[in-house]
């Protein structure tokens, strides 16, 4: 309840909205029960959001604020089980309680300091949500609760494709060691594509949706390829995480922690299926490797909180000063990423929270002051810039795919439009080529409407 309260306190406060993804999963659930979807459009077709946004529904417009306090909920809780985790695998080593807290609050902060982490708190995206899922089920795992663990990773595999070899060696080892899991197993093996593929082939041409859009989406970016991807994820961290990374590294292989060294493996494993995906088209972009980069972090914290529970006549690998050394320079070195996350996040609030929420909140007062939705429709095709698409779809009524994204492309096939264009604050609402039965009414459109 204290995580579901303060997540409701963080949304209300910072008075953030969602950006371009976040509101075509709303309109997913609103048309869906409609029974009205169509996932030939962006965002590409991801089953974990459906699960929220089709029963949020029923909530109307609050579907919105039902989706913004769970994200935020979620991510807080892959913070919370960040720490956890380190201050399990430190507990394993020793009992002194500030070694493990210590872990516990490096990998905590390690979570929430990944580059761009901050950014899709606050527009609620899915990204932090899958990294909570992942995190749970090494934490079910550990606690032995084999079960709880299979199913987080089912979820998580309904978020990113690159889960899905984590879950297909986890399912493997419960068919083996767990044979009361067996049902579960084969429920999750069915339910992951049935969710990826089925739903996509009856609501869109192709079964394979999500990859064609995906691909499509990013076809004019620039190819990152195996060294862009590995780039990418080492800079996911800031120095004093690189070296508690390191750390971790050469503890666990000293030690020959096996739960550690599977962890890493497991993150190293996820990062060569991205490098994977990269080459054959795919961005390869940073946020989708937050997973490895969390865990990662965990047996860093976990490292931390070792070296900093040693002691000269247990110390073998390194001698106390050299410890000591290499755990204050960590923490002096965390002040200036932490102040520079601190800064940025301030910043990027005041944006949402402003600018941003104004041009949305504006749109929305330009489609009731031009009369709703169902005499705009009445007017021609909505269409505006690709970074409104899905949120003028949400406010409108109708499905992303309905709504134009290419003002000049649309404008140049003469067909009925109302153009909505950004001025500022506020919107210019313009029919173009207006039916000539509906010429008049259509006319008086509010040409500034803020």
């Known amino acids: 309840m204290a995580l579901i309260g303060a997540s409701v306190a963080f949304v209300v406060v910072t008075r953030i909205r969602p950006e371009f993804d976040t509101y075509g999963w709303l309109v997913w659930g609103r048309q869906a029960a409609h029974l009205a979807l169509n996932t030939n459009s962006a965002p590409s077709w991801k089953p974990l959001t459906f699960l929220f946004t089709l029963p949020y529904a029923l909530a109307g417009g609050g579907s919105l604020w039902l ?48 580059g761009d982490y901050w950014h899709y708190i606050l527009i609620s995206a899915s990204d932090p949500m899958v990294v909570a899922l992942f995190l749970a089920a090494i934490d079910c795992h550990l606690s032995r609760r084999s079960k709880l663990a299979w199913l987080a990773l089912v979820l998580a595999s309904l978020g990113r494709p ?30 992951i594509p ?17 990859a064609d859009i995906a691909t499509d989406s990013t076809a004019a970016l620039p190819h990152r390829g195996a060294a862009g991807v590995l780039r990418g994820f080492w800079h996911l961290y800031d120095l004093p995480m690189k070296v508690a990374v390191v750390l971790a590294l050469v503890v666990a292989v000293a030690r020959r922690d096996r739960t550690s060294l599977l962890l890493a ?23 989708y490797m937050f997973e490895p980069a969390a865990v990662l972090v965990v047996l860093g914290g976990a490292a931390i909180g070792q070296v900093l529970a040693l002691g000269p006549r247990r110390l073998w690998l390194l001698r106390w000063p050299a410890a000591a050394g290499i755990v204050s320079a960590v923490a002096v070195a965390l002040i200036s990423p932490t102040q520079s996350r601190v800064r940025l996040a301030g910043n990027e609030i005041g944006y949402l929270a402003h600018g941003w929420t104004q041009q949305i909140d504006s749109l929305r007062a330009a489609i009731a002051n031009d009369g709703g939705a169902k005499r705009i429709l009445a007017c021609g095709q909505p269409v505006t810039d690709v970074a409104f698409q899905s949120i003028l779809a949400w406010e409108i009524g109708k499905n992303v795919a309905d709504i134009g994204w290419d003002p000049s492309t649309w404008v140049a096939q003469g067909k009925p439009i109302v153009l909505f264009e950004l001025q500022g604050a506020g919107w210019k609402v313009q029919p173009i080529h207006a039916p000539a039965t509906s010429r008049t009414r259509c006319a008086n459109f509010k040409r500034e409407a803020v």
């Open 67 to 114: 989706w913004m306090v769970t994200a935020v909920a979620a991510a807080f809780a892959g913070i919370l089980l960040a720490g956890r985790i380190a201050y399990r695998l430190t507990g394993r080593y020793t009992e002194r309680l500030y070694a493990r807290i210590a872990a516990a609050a490096f990998a905590g902060f390690g979570v929430l300091a990944l």
């Open 162 to 191: 690159e889960v899905w070899p984590a879950a297909t060696v986890y399912a493997l080892w419960g068919w083996r060691a767990v044979p009361s899991m067996r049902v579960l197993i084969v429920g999750g093996l069915v339910a």
């Open 194 to 210: 049935a969710l990826w593929f089925g739903i996509a082939a009856l609501t869109s041409p192709s079964w394979s949706i999500a």
């Open 265 to 287: 493996g497991a993150a190293v494993s996820w990062v060569l299926v991205e490098v994977a995906l990269a080459l054959h088209g795919w961005t390869g972009a940073a946020r």
